[in-house]
């Protein structure tokens, strides 16, 4: 018999009922607590850290997996040097590259929640409430888009899951009602080589992605021109269905964009709309960013058309304040969900079905998967959708404001006006020198401006190419960023851009 199991004692090491046990994890929670309150009033800058070379240097030397156990004290103390001082602040007012968003409040106690009790999404015996909780919320949000009684959807890793999950649901059902073809028995039929996808050029690039995991290959995407807001050309667009269809391709999918992420364009639902309902075409709408408006009264009517899409993204960890990750996958007719449907015994066996229990798995493409959708259930609960949509009305007002200020100052050039909350602009030189042309010269201040600022830890700027020019870009999610915060911000892109400039122009002369 080993003597290490004869009386083993692990009970602080796990939670449970007992009082060891909850009072090691109070003592823990406390420790998290402290250094996470510390870092938030410490945060004078949305960058503190180590330089990527630096930091690989530091991470270098520790040992990921020690032998023996030591205290608490010391694996926080780890965590503080190595973690802490080495992580962005997303709720610093300059820090605004990304679709990237500070977290609300409720959300943080949510994830608490979720991975205290440690729920699996997969089977209703691993997450009995947990289960009902997302069925039931994932048809009111249904009832949010537009859609009826009819629709469904499932929580997701993030947009990119959500869109794969919209492409390859548009090509199985493609396959079954037009070939007959079960493409989960017997795979890609021949005609696979001629399905295409159908886009704009401002795509995400997560539906080139999905093309080739599923086998189609990313030249069955067809990227379409978009217009002066960069949203797809319908007219174009039209031409191409027909193009294609007259050279014996077959599109079956036309994914629009409800947001891109640039430029925060949004697609004419209607009209895309009513051109796959002309052609029998499935549209997808990838609306991770754009989503959120539907809880604004102000500006819910930017996605008018989306209830008559067949599938939509909707990203919870963007516009919507929830942590990494919380996104959904919504489809207008549940029963599509059963062309990806499988059945394993041990898990969700078909029986379950007829007995009213719900396995939410056969609605996914992950198994294990986690309770994410407390998240915005008791951020909903707490605030309500009118105090959130105050939040996504407030962070458009501030980026209409700050582009005023863009366009009204001579050292900057706008792209152009802000869709939703993003802001593409640059910095203009008053360089002039025959020996360099003015665009290659602009371009490389630019690129430099951003990274300049990233390194010194004073602010975390985007960047884009906007038609072969570097551009930077504001992402402007943080309701707690004032406009004065963007003015001083803006300033301190002017002064980097002088600096850098006069930089270079000393290696030029020399």
Not at 26 to 44: Q, R
Not at 436 to 461: F, M, Q, T
Request: glycine content about 6%; aromatic content about 8%.
């Amino acid at each position: 018999m080993d003597k290490r199991f004869t009386e083993p004692n692990f009970t602080s090491y796990f939670l449970n009922k007992s009082l060891e046990s909850t009072t090691a994890y109070k003592e823990s929670v406390e420790h998290g607590v402290k250094i996470i309150i510390g870092f938030f009033e410490n945060m004078t800058q949305p960058y503190m850290g180590l330089s990527p070379h630096e930091q690989l240097v530091a991470f270098k030397k520790l040992d990921y997996v020690p032998e023996e156990s030591s205290s608490m004290e010391r694996a926080m103390k780890l965590i503080q040097e190595f973690v802490m001082k080495n992580t962005l602040s997303i709720t610093h007012e300059h820090c605004l590259a990304h679709l990237h968003c500070p977290v609300l409040l409720p959300s943080l106690i949510a994830e608490m929640i979720i991975s205290a009790t440690n729920q699996s999404m997969d089977s209703w015996d691993q997450a009995p409430g947990a289960s009902m909780l997302e069925q039931c919320f994932s048809e009111q949000l249904c009832k949010l888009f537009g859609y009826n009684d009819e629709a469904d959807g499932i929580f997701t890793s993030g947009g990119t899951q959500s869109n794969f999950m919209g492409i390859m649901l548009a090509r199985d059902y493609y396959c079954s009602k037009n070939l007959q073809w079960n493409i989960q028995n017997q795979g890609l039929p021949v005609e696979a080589s001629r399905f295409r996808i159908i886009c704009s050029e401002a795509v995400h690039f997560s539906i080139m992605q999905s093309a080739s995991i599923l086998g189609l290959g990313q030249n069955a995407v067809v990227h379409i021109e978009t217009d002066e807001d960069f949203r797809i050309r319908v007219g174009a667009l039209r031409e191409t269905v027909n193009r294609l269809k007259n050279e014996g391709l077959l599109p079956i999918c036309i994914s629009a964009t409800a947001g891109t992420t640039d430029f925060g364009s949004i697609d004419s639902l209607k009209e895309l709309a009513e051109l796959c309902e002309e052609h029998d075409i499935w549209l997808h709408v990838d609306a991770a960013y754009g989503g959120a408006l539907i809880l604004s009264d102000q500006h819910c009517s930017k996605l008018s058309g989306i209830e008559r899409a067949d599938s939509i993204t909707v990203d919870f960890h963007k516009l919507l304040f929830q942590p990494i990750s919380c996104s959904a996958f919504l489809l207008k007719e549940k029963s599509r969900f059963m062309l990806m449907n499988l059945n394993a015994e041990y898990l969700n066996p078909e029986s379950n079905r007829k007995l009213g229990i719900i396995d939410l798995v056969y609605k996914s493409i992950q198994t294990t998967r986690r309770f994410d959708v407390l998240k915005p259930f008791l951020t909903l609960q707490m605030l309500g959708r009118k105090k959130m949509a105050e939040f996504i009305d407030y962070t458009i007002y501030l980026a209409e404001q700050t582009a005023i200020m863009i366009e009204d100052n001579p050292k900057f050039e706008l792209a152009a006006k802000p869709n939703i909350n993003t802001i593409v602009f640059r910095y203009v030189s008053g360089f002039r020198n025959e020996k360099i042309p003015k665009a290659e010269w602009e371009n490389d201040i630019n690129r430099s401006i951003k990274l300049e600022l990233l390194l010194k830890g004073k602010a975390v700027v985007g960047q884009t190419v906007v038609n072969g020019t570097n551009y930077l870009k504001f992402t402007l999610m943080n309701p707690l960023a004032t406009l004065e915060d963007m003015k001083k911000l803006l300033i301190s892109i002017v002064s980097c851009g002088v600096e850098i400039e006069q930089r270079l122009l000393v290696d030029v002369v020399s």
